[in-house]
């Protein structure tokens, strides 16, 4: 029997990070990083997978135009799919702009994509000192904002549903407004997209009845595993076992070129199209197992529950 879809992405994740990490060495200057997101962050990468990713400063003076450019130059010969233009990524960004005016008038949706794709599924390209000091600021400045033990880290769950909101009226402008494709981004949507936000939610219930330094440590180590793996670290190999099986069905659909040119092609609102329809099945399906885990493993009168709707 062949590899599941999960482990065959894994190793060719590993290897492109590997690669991009020796392409990358020396490139930059000491106290920048570059930290990458998306597929290849969650060892989920395949052929047909872009790159997305930031250059992290301390000075905005640090990194120009020309260094940036050469940077996406040195990624591109590894992964040769750049990030969508005119979005979050692919860009310079201060560790301040990070760090501060969480949820203030100048707290942009780029900022928030970038703050929680970074605790939730970034990886280092350089500089993985730099990458991991500022994951520690960031876990610590939600927490700080929990004043007693026995409470979850309010703070950041509440920013990783304002996230998760946030991708699904995106998505709907991106589909409509924006003629993104429709077919491909609502499947993502409902898997990776849904992963992502349910490894934070999940994570944040283990801080339930924790001390400050308790909840640093837990979201650390939490948060240095790849989504899946936190899931079924979490939830323990049995709760999670149909949630890794519905999700290698995912994987293993998206991994097809064919398949994902198919579904780019599937028209807006199409919901009955048969490529479509097959996917978007299991989509659902994954929900109710990543929703018969969380029942299972925060009991019903668990702190998490009520967080979550009021």
């Known amino acids: 029997m062949g590899q599941e879809a ?10 492109k990070l590997k690669e991009l990490r020796h392409s990358l060495a020396g490139t930059l200057p000491d106290n920048a990083a570059v930290i990458t997101f998306g597929s290849y962050a969650r060892r989920e990468a395949s052929p047909q997978s872009d790159i997305d990713y930031i250059v992290l400063n301390r ?5 120009d135009s020309q260094l940036l450019s050469a940077t996406g130059d040195s990624i591109g010969k590894i992964v040769e799919l750049a990030p969508s233009e005119g979005g979050a990524f692919a860009k310079s960004v201060t560790r301040a702009e990070l760090l501060t005016n969480v949820g203030g008038n100048n707290d942009t949706n780029e900022n928030l994509t970038r703050r929680l794709l970074l605790m939730l599924e970034g990886e280092w390209l350089t500089n993985g000192d730099e990458f ?3 994951r520690s600021d960031l876990i610590s400045l939600y927490i700080k904002a929990t004043p007693r033990d026995h409470q979850l880290a309010l703070f950041l769950l509440n920013d990783i549903i304002r996230y998760w909101r946030t991708m699904t009226v995106d998505y709907m402008y991106k589909t409509t407004e924006d003629t993104k494709p429709w077919g491909i981004r609502n499947i993502k949507l409902i898997f990776s997209r849904k992963l992502m936000y349910a490894s934070g939610l999940f994570s944040v219930g ?3 009845d924790k001390s400050e330094h308790a909840k640093h440590e837990t979201l650390s180590s939490l948060f240095d595993l790849p989504a899946l793996e936190r899931i079924v670290e979490i939830c323990g190999s049995g709760n999670a076992a149909r949630i890794k099986s519905s999700y290698n069905c995912f994987l293993d659909y998206m991994e097809s070129a064919e398949n994902r040119s198919k579904l780019k092609s599937v028209a807006q609102g199409n919901h009955d199209d048969p490529i479509f329809r097959e996917i978007k099945n299991e ?3 994954f929900t109710r197992q990543l929703l018969s885990a969380f029942e299972s493993v925060f009991h019903g009168t668990h702190p998490i529950r009520r967080a979550v709707i009021f």
């Open 6 to 15: 999960y482990e065959r992405a894994k190793a060719f994740s590993d290897t």
């Open 59 to 63: 000075d905005p003076s640090q990194i």
């Open 132 to 134: 991991k000091s500022l």
């Open 206 to 208: 283990l801080t339930a």
């Open 283 to 285: 989509g659902h399906n």
